[in-house]
Structure formats: C-alpha cells, structure tokens
T-cell receptor
Framework: DAGVTQSPTHLIKTRGQHVTLRCSPI?????VSWYQQVLGQGPQFIFQ???????GRGNFPDRFSARQFPNYSSELNVNALLLGDSALYLC????????????FGSGTRLTVV | SQQGEEDPQALSIQEGENATMNCSYK?????LQWYRQNSGRGLVHLIL?????REKHSGRLRVTLDTSKKSSSLLITASRAADTASYFC????????????FGKGITLSVRP
C-alpha cells in the first residue's frame, strides 16, 4: 500500500501569492489532518477533516483554508502568503479522528521570498 | 501553542547505550504518542500509550506514562546510529476534534 503522498515536495512562492498543497491519504483512511512545522519547532495543528467535514481548526488566520474530496484526498490553501508562512507542511491520515497513531507524509517544504 | 515539553533538548550517546527522553504536558489527555523525524521530513509514529496505561513496550522502545505528574518517558535500548533523529512527544486530548499537540522535540545523536 502506498503511504501518505504529498505534492509538491518543494515550493518557492513570493509574498502575497497563493499556494495549494495536496495530500492523498492511505487507502481506507477517512481522516486527514494538516500541520505546519517551522524550523526548530514541533508541528502545529492547522486542520482536521473527516468524511469531508471539518472536524477541527487550529489557531491559524483565515488565510488558511482546506477541503477534503469524496476520495478523501485533501487540499490546503494559503492566501496572501507572508514570509512567516515558510515552513514544512505535513499531512497526516488515520482511519478515525482520534485515539490512534497517525501516518504522516514526507511534507511540502514551502519557502516564501 | 506547544503542550508537550521534551527534556533534554539534545542528547548525544554512544552506540549501544540506552537513550532516555522525557516529556511533560499540561492538560488532561486521552493518549500520548511518540514520533521520530529524520532530517526535517515526515514523522514516523513509534508508539502510543493510552491514559489508563502506565507502561508499554515495542521492540527496543519502552514508554511510560504518569498521568498524576503529567509526564512520559521514552527509553530506546541498545541504541544504533540509525536512531539518530529528532523525537517528539504528542498529546491527544481527544473529543470531537482530535488534534495532536507536539512538543519542540529532542535531537538524539548516536555516535558509532
């Protein structure tokens, strides 16, 4: 079985631009979560989706949005990029919304210049 | 905000030695998980311990949980150079929104 796949692996954007990151969960996993990891810090929770519904939102501005598709893949969108948005964005999938370990993708490294 | 606080921040040991990493947290939890991260890439789930468990083993890993002290420890026995990585504890407070709250991580270096 393929693991959690994320695309692209690396991305360079200019301040003010918009970016879309994509994630495909493990087959059979209905929950997808997004995390932001700034260099030297632990991952910070952004969103969780389960069965195409938003189940949780972290302390991030409205510039961050996400959605989950019928095939359970997910997109994370960030508008009006700031230098501070530069980070590793991680997607995690699981069968349920909690109480289990998560499988993470390798992440998308976003650099905003 | 970070809930977990790992200790120490960095640890350097010789191959074959044991590595002990500690984690403290602030709020009630449903479970606590440990993850490994190599070179700033994806996290790998190592072990999960539920709030009603006190100790759990998986291969060379042993994790303990003390809910009264809000702390956990991860022991890696007979360490190998391949164990060199960053290790994170993450708490799951559960409920309808089940997010993981991570600490800042511990950098483990295992010298051959």
């Amino acid at each position: 079985d393929a693991g959690v796949t994320q695309s692209p692996t690396h991305l360079i954007k200019t301040r003010g631009q918009h970016v879309t990151l994509r994630c495909s969960p493990i087959s059979g996993h209905k929950s997808v979560s997004w995390y932001q990891q700034v260099l030297g810090q632990g991952p910070q929770f952004i969103f969780q989706y389960y069965e195409k519904e938003e189940r949780g939102r972290g302390n991030f501005p409205d510039r961050f949005s996400a959605r989950q598709f019928p095939n359970y893949s997910s997109e994370l969108n960030v508008n009006a990029l700031l230098l501070g948005d530069s980070a590793l964005y991680l997607c995690a999938s699981s069968r349920m919304t909690g109480g289990h370990g998560y499988t993470f993708g390798s992440g998308t490294r976003l650099t905003v210049v | 905000s970070q809930q977990g606080e790992e200790d120490p921040q960095a640890l350097s040991i010789q191959e074959g030695e044991n590595a002990t990493m500690n984690c403290s947290y602030k709020t009630s939890i449903n479970n606590l998980q440990w993850y490994r991260q190599n070179s700033g890439r994806g996290l790998v789930h190592l072990i999960l311990i539920r709030s009603n468990e006190r100790e759990k083993h998986s291969g060379r890993l042993r994790v303990t949980l003390d809910t009264s002290k809000k702390s956990s420890s991860l022991l890696i026995t007979a360490s190998r150079a391949a164990d060199t990585a960053s290790y994170f504890c993450a708490t799951d407070a559960s409920g309808a929104n089940s997010k993981l709250t991570f600490g800042k991580g511990i950098t483990l270096s295992v010298r051959p």
